[in-house]
C-alpha cells in the first residue's frame, strides 16, 4: 500500500520569506512523487514530479522539492514567497500501484503582504 | 492541447435523483482517472481506466457508481439513487503513456461540483 503524509494543515509565511509545505511517503518500491497546487473552486495543477536522479527538482513558478531517500520526504519550497502562492497544496505518490495517484490531505497556504 | 475538459460545472440535485458526469481528456491520452474531493481533504481515488478498459475501482465506490468509457475517449461517471454523502467535487484526470507509465503526471479538469438537497 502507499500513503502520503502533509503533517501540516496550514502553513502561514510572510511574502519575500522562504517557503516550506511538508510532505512524507510510504511506498513499496522506487517512489514517483508529485506536487500539485489548488486554487478555490479549480482542478489541481502540477508543479513538479520526481522520478529518478537528482534530489533537487525544480518546477513551476520558482517551486522546487527535495527527495529524501532515508527520511522518505519530499518537502516543496520555494525561496521567496508571494502573495499569489496562497493556495492549497497537495503532495502525490505512484509507488506499487502502477494506476493511481495517492493524494496527501493538503496544506493550506497563507502568504500575507 | 486543450486540456481536460468536465461537463457540467456545477450540478444541484436532488436526494434520489440520478446524475451523469462528462470527463473528456486531453487528446490521445490513454489513462483516464476520477477522484472525488470533500471540503478540506484531498482528492480520494475513484477508479481509472487505461483506454477503454477499467483497471481499478475503489472499494469506497458503491454500486450506486458506475463509470465508463466507450471507445477509450470521454469517460462518464453516474450517481444513482444520490444520497446528501454524495456532495463533493468530482474531478477527472488524463496522463500519457509516453516515457513510461509511472514517471508522467496527471492533468486534472475544473471538476464538477454536486450538492444533493
Known amino acids: 500500500a502507499q500513503s502520503v503524509a502533509q503533517p501540516e494543515d496550514q502553513v502561514n509565511v510572510a511574502e519575500g520569506n522562504p517557503l516550506t509545505v511538508k510532505c512524507t511517503y510510504s511506498?513499496?518500491?522506487?517512489?514517483?512523487l508529485f506536487w500539485y497546487v489548488q486554487y478555490p473552486n479549480r482542478g489541481l495543477q502540477f508543479l513538479l514530479k520526481?522520478?529518478?536522479?537528482?534530489?533537487l527538482v525544480k518546477g513551476s513558478y520558482g517551486f522546487e522539492a527535495e527527495f529524501n531517500k532515508s527520511q522518505t520526504s519530499f518537502h516543496l519550497k520555494k525561496p521567496s514567497a508571494l502573495v499569489s502562492d496562497s493556495a492549497l497544496y497537495f503532495c502525490?505518490?505512484?509507488?506499487?500501484?502502477?494506476?493511481?495517484?495517492?493524494f496527501g490531505a493538503g496544506t493550506q497556504v497563507v502568504v500575507t503582504p | 492541447d486543450t486540456g481536460v475538459s468536465q461537463n457540467p460545472r456545477h450540478k444541484i440535485t436532488k436526494r434520489g435523483q440520478n446524475v451523469t458526469f462528462r470527463c473528456d481528456p486531453i487528446?490521445?491520452?490513454?489513462?483516464l482517472y476520477w477522484y472525488r474531493q470533500t471540503l478540506g481533504q484531498g482528492p480520494e481515488f475513484l477508479t481509472y481506466?487505461?483506454?477503454?478498459?477499467?483497471?481499478?475501482k475503489s472499494r469506497l465506490l458503491s454500486d450506486r457508481f458506475s463509470a465508463e468509457r466507450p471507445k477509450g475517449s470521454f469517460s462518464t461517471l453516474e450517481i444513482q439513487r444520490t444520497e446528501q454523502g454524495d456532495s463533493a467535487m468530482y474531478l477527472c484526470?488524463?496522463?500519457?503513456?509516453?516515457?513510461?507509465?509511472?514517471?508522467?503526471?496527471?492533468?486534472f479538469g475544473q471538476g464538477t461540483r454536486l450538492t444533493v438537497v
Open positions: 484526470a488524463s496522463s500519457s503513456r509516453r516515457d513510461r507509465e509511472r514517471r508522467t503526471e496527471a492533468f
Open positions: 511506498v513499496s518500491g522506487n517512489p514517483y
Open positions: 520526481y522520478i529518478t536522479g537528482d534530489n
Open positions: 502525490a505518490v505512484r509507488g506499487d500501484s502502477w494506476g493511481k495517484f495517492q
Open positions: 487528446s490521445e491520452h490513454n489513462r
Open positions: 481506466f487505461q483506454n477503454e478498459a477499467q483497471l481499478e
